[in-house]
């Protein structure tokens, strides 16, 4: 159980396009969502922290307006990148978890988004 | 001090050994501990979550949990060159509003066969 599907896995596009990543719960429902960013050989770094119905929460330095975070259901958060520069570029990991803090984060599989 | 620290490594065991993989933590009102393995490339995946203080068993793995000392640890038995891989600690801490899961940056760990 707690299955995490992230689509798509790999995406390679032009600046200033926009680039959607939906990350689903398959067999639980998530209350908390939560996307990171990891650059090679670095940690993960937080980006926001999503509740179902509610707006998310941004790490300081990460632009809401330029990572928008959709919560709608208890199954499925987005993230799009608006208007994607090379320096967007990098591994993007949705994890979800059923409570948000007492039980554990199950990850997807990532997001590799290379930006020309 | 890092919320959640450990070595950053790397930790070379020969193949068949015991890997001791150490995390201190700053929150004393922390409740929830997790290890969590990810190869070079990929995403992150849960191996173990430990609440209570003590020994916590799960096949070749075991966390240990030290409340007072503020530690949590992950040993795996019998290791092999599979399990060469950076594992991160992560532990829930008491945040504004509510909690927050903090990683520590990981350890490492290779496997030599």
């Known amino acids: 159980g707690a299955v995490v599907s992230q689509h798509p896995s790999r995406v390679i596009c032009k600046s200033g396009t926009s680039v959607k990543i939906e990350c689903r719960s398959l067999d639980f429902q998530a209350t908390t969502m939560f996307w990171y960013r990891q650059f090679p050989k670095q940690s993960l770094m937080l980006m926001a922290t999503s509740n179902e119905g509610s707006k998310a929460t941004y790490e300081q330095g990460v632009e809401k307006d330029k990572f928008l975070i959709n919560h709608a259901s208890l199954t499925l958060s987005t993230l799009t990148v608006t208007s994607a520069h090379p320096e967007d570029s990098s591994f993007y990991i949705c994890?979800?978890?059923?409570?948000?803090?007492?039980?554990?984060?199950?990850f997807g599989d990532g997001t590799r988004l290379s930006i020309l | 001090q890092k919320e959640v620290e450990q070595n950053s490594g790397p930790l070379s065991v020969p193949e068949g050994a015991i890997a001791s993989l150490n995390c201190t933590y700053s929150?004393?009102?922390?409740?929830?501990f997790f290890w969590y393995r990810q190869y070079s490339g990929k995403s992150p995946e849960l191996i173990m979550f430990i609440y209570s203080n003590g020994d916590k068993e799960d096949g070749r793995f075991t966390a240990q949990l030290n409340k007072a000392s503020q530690y949590v640890s992950l040993l795996i038995r019998d290791s092999q060159p599979s399990d060469s891989a950076t594992y991160l600690c992560a532990v829930n801490m008491r945040n504004t509003g509510g909690f927050k899961t903090i990683f520590g940056a990981g350890t490492r760990l290779f496997v030599k066969a």
């Open positions: 929150d004393r009102g922390s409740q929830s």
């Open positions: 994890s979800a978890s059923r409570t948000g803090y007492i039980e554990p984060q199950h």
